[in-house]
C-alpha cells in the first residue's frame, strides 16, 4: 500500500493510504465500486493493534506470559 495523505476525522489525524494492485484484482467490484479502494488508519492505531497482540498472547500462553516478564 502507498501513503498519500494525513486527514483530520472527529479530531483524529488519519493516515490514508491507496492499495497498489486494485486495477488487477479479481474481486475488486465486490470491495469498491471506486477507482481504487481507501483505507483509513489512525495514527495512533498500531499501539492498539500491539495491545492486542499482547493480550491474545497471554490469553493463549499465561504460564508464558509471566516467564517472559510482559505483564
Known sequence: M???FM??????????YWPDGCDV????AKCTTGKQRR????????????????????KLW???GRQLNIR
Open 7 to 16: 486527514s483530520v476525522e472527529q479530531g483524529k489525524d488519519m493516515q490514508v
Open 2 to 4: 502507498t501513503y498519500r
Open 39 to 58: 483505507i483509513k488508519r489512525w495514527v495512533n492505531e498500531d499501539i492498539i493493534d500491539a495491545m492486542l497482540n499482547r493480550m491474545n498472547f497471554l
Open 25 to 28: 484484482c479479481p474481486v475488486k
Open 62 to 64: 499465561p504460564s508464558e
